[in-house]
């Protein structure tokens, strides 16, 4: 199994919904990330899980709100969104401190009206 | 921190062109480089990646790039597109120990027509 799964793969949401977004990946992965891609442009980081630890956070609002519950899992809690938060949210794992580079799930396409 | 540049924004190529696309990274250290690619409403797809040794390097659908170090270069080629070559093309970077998360350039645009 050597892909990274994420559900769902559209939603659209109001701004005074909450949401969570999921991503799972069953290769032993140990770094898990989220990158947010606007339309024409490159995926920018978000947000990076290290052993199931929070190392990086890109100065992303507090309305994204990541977990990880276990190694194969990472959730993206969304509160109270804007309407420029609309992109396509992309998940991604590797093998910690080891060159293999990322695998990406599909990413899900948020809308927020 | 590391960052890349790439500068061609759109490229338009006929079918059976050659192709290079230009990438260029600024860090302070040993670096692994990749090219992704993410077609018309797909997830990205990594088409290849440099590590160590041959600084030339083999991808997947007749991709391949070349490493300069003295120009911090990693460009990515292809002797003859194809329409199913139309994407968005994006040159990546992150420190050799895999360690620093995986930066992005812009990405380049091609679209091949027939």
């Known amino acids: 199994d050597t892909e990274v799964t994420q559900t769902p793969k559209h939603l659209v949401m109001g701004m005074t919904n909450k949401k969570s977004l999921k991503c799972e990946q069953h290769?032993?992965?140990?770094?898990m990330y989220w990158y947010k891609q606007k339309a024409k442009k490159p995926p920018e980081l978000m947000f990076v899980?290290?052993?199931?630890?929070?190392?990086i956070n890109e100065s992303v609002p507090s309305r994204f709100s990541p977990e990880c519950p276990n190694s194969s899992l990472l959730n993206l809690h969304l509160h109270a969104l804007q309407p420029e938060d609309s992109a396509l949210y992309l998940c991604?794992?590797?093998?910690?401190?080891?060159?293999?580079?990322?695998?990406f799930g599909s990413g899900t396409r948020l809308t927020v009206v | 921190a590391q960052s890349v540049s790439q500068h061609n924004h759109h490229v338009i190529l006929s079918e059976a062109a050659s192709l290079e696309l230009g990438c260029n990274y600024s860090?302070?250290?040993?670096?692994?480089l990749f090219w992704y690619v993410q077609y018309p409403g797909q997830h990205l797809q990594l088409l290849l990646k440099?590590?160590?040794?041959?600084?030339l390097v083999k991808g997947i659908k007749g991709f391949e790039a070349e490493f300069i170090k003295s120009k911090f270069s990693f460009n990515l080629r292809k002797p003859s597109v194809q329409w199913s070559d139309t994407a968005e093309y994006f040159c990546?970077?992150?420190?050799?120990?895999?360690?620093?998360?995986?930066?992005f350039g812009k990405g380049t645009r091609l679209s091949v027509i027939a």
């Open positions: 860090y302070g250290g040993t670096v692994n």
């Open positions: 990546a970077v992150n420190a050799y120990s895999g360690n620093t998360p995986l930066v």
């Open positions: 899980y290290s052993y199931e630890k929070l190392s």
């Open positions: 440099y590590f160590s040794g041959d600084p």
């Open positions: 991604a794992s590797s093998r910690r401190g080891i060159n293999d580079g990322y695998t």
């Open positions: 290769m032993g992965h140990r770094a």
